[in-house]
T-cell receptor, first 117, second 112 residues
Framework: DGGITQSPKYLFRKEGQNVTLSCEQN?????MYWYRQDPGQGLRLIYY???????QKGDIAEGYSVSREKKESFPLTVTSAQKNPTAFYLC????????????????FGPGTRLTVT | DAKTTQPPSMDCAEGRAANLPCNHS???????VYWYRQIHSQGPQYIIH???NNETNEMASLIITEDRKSSTLILPHATLRDTAVYYC?????????????FGPGTRLSVLP
């Protein structure tokens, strides 16, 4: 089955530790995204990548880092510099070049809930 | 991208149609209306989108007013599994790699 996987579903870390969240997709999508969601809030964009070896900062990139070494993978590292890292993290992907489709909707993974104490 | 306004919450009886409104009075001619939903603690799910014509798929119908300043998402026979937060997003046809901006949405509760 095609889709996006994120692991783990729940993650616990001590303050001051870096932590890396996994995101893998087998949809053959070029673009991938990381969002953060806080309780009762909408999604906010952290980073996005349009193509392998390229990525751009979103609205709240401070304290986060990413890499895009493979088309299928877009891991997010939450560094110790992120002041409020506890949140629900969502990864998404989409096509990014016109392949004769009408829409470019994003497909989301199940999310990782990170708790830092 | 145009700003949208949605009611924070709505209730709907199971089996009845759920009509979720969205105002987007500043929408421009090349902006689409997208609807996503998010069931608790899961990733958002694409529902439907449209430009100016009404659209229907297996999940829902989208009714866009003639002036395009508002729209309504219709779930024809709501079930308990439709309880979720519904997001209305207005944006140009996504350019290369651009993201969607998700506001707080409408929390729909389908009641037995």
């Amino acid at each position: 089955d095609g889709g996006i996987t994120q692991s783990p579903k729940y993650l616990f870390r001590k303050e001051g530790q870096n932590v890396t969240l996994s995101c893998e997709q087998n949809l053959n999508h070029d673009a991938m995204y990381w969002y953060r969601q806080d309780p009762g809030q909408g999604l906010r964009l952290i980073y996005y990548s349009q193509i392998v070896n390229d990525f751009q900062k979103g609205d709240i990139a401070e304290g986060y880092s990413v890499s895009r070494e493979k088309k299928e993978s877009f891991p997010l590292t939450v560094t110790s510099a992120q002041k409020n890292p506890t949140a629900f993290y969502l990864c998404a992907s989409s096509i990014s070049r016109d392949r004769g489709q009408r829409s470019y909707e994003q497909y989301f993974g199940p999310g990782t809930r990170l708790t830092v104490t | 991208d145009a700003k949208t306004t949605q009611p924070p919450s709505m209730d709907c009886a199971e089996g009845r149609a759920a009509n979720l409104p969205c105002n987007h009075s500043t929408i421009s001619g090349n902006e689409y209306v997208y609807w996503y939903r998010q069931i608790h603690s899961q990733g958002p799910q694409y529902i439907i989108h449209g430009l100016k014509n009404n659209e229907t798929n297996e999940m829902a119908s989208l009714i866009i007013t003639e002036d395009r300043k508002s729209s309504t998402l219709i779930l024809p026979h709501a079930t308990l599994r439709d309880t979720a937060v519904y997001y209305c997003i207005v944006r140009v046809a996504p350019r290369y790699g651009q993201n969607f901006v998700f506001g707080p949405g409408t929390r729909l509760s389908v009641l037995p």
